[in-house]
């Protein structure tokens, strides 16, 4: 197989990114358009995906939005085969839409269970059940999720959204195996802690917080929103042609914990 130069490895192709308005859907959207794919980003609020679409098309690439909550199945099918029909095709999905906020076990009510459980899980199920149906008929797709790694080292305050990313784990490995002859690949990504305004509020939405965080990052700082869209790139091209049911950790080696020391520490 020849593998494009990756400034140009999406030409002619499209994608839809669900949570394109800001953070890392942003910046998977941008990084897809600056290698000539166009862009359809969806999400609830108008004014990030407007400024989403501005930013790559200023950027010389091609985007569009869609308004759309990814907790309305029958809206979100209608919206992707909406893209289709315009655009002849869709060659990959981003479930990147998510909800999350910091809340113990015993503190959380029934609503806010649902909520993110909606959201995360659902939501993802129900963009890649329509968009599959599109990618299953013509033989090709990539489905990327973006997840957490907290789906399985646990981390207290996300029992919410730590079951829904453990879900689209248990799913994407599923789907991959049904759909992997059939030309489709579902993969997961799994950032660790990275600076964007959405995370930062929910997750470390204090001095202290963020410093606990980091401190248990061995690489020492955040993610930027920029690295994790190159790595989902890298999931989403022809590069990964044979990379299906697989989780990329991209976080610095957060997840691997204590077992990391740096040469410093090993000499205490």
Known sequence: MIIPDIREEFNGKVAVVTGGGSGIGRAIAQRYAAAGGKVVVVG???EPLVETVRLITEAGGAANYISCDVRDAQGLAEAINGVVEREGRIDALVNNAAGNFIANGEDLSPNGWKAVIDIVLNGTFFATHAAAQHMLAAGTGSILNVIATYAWHGHPGTVHSAAAKGGIVAMTRTLAVEWAA?????????PGPTETEGASAALWGNETARAKVLD???AGRFASPAEIAESASYLLSPRADYVTGEVMVVDGGQWLGKSVYTKEETKA
Do not use: H, S
Not at 182 to 190: D, E, K, L, P
């Open 216 to 218: 248990g990052v061995p």
């Open 182 to 190: 059939r030309g489709v690949r579902v993969n997961c990504i799994a």
């Open 44 to 46: 609830r609020r108008e």
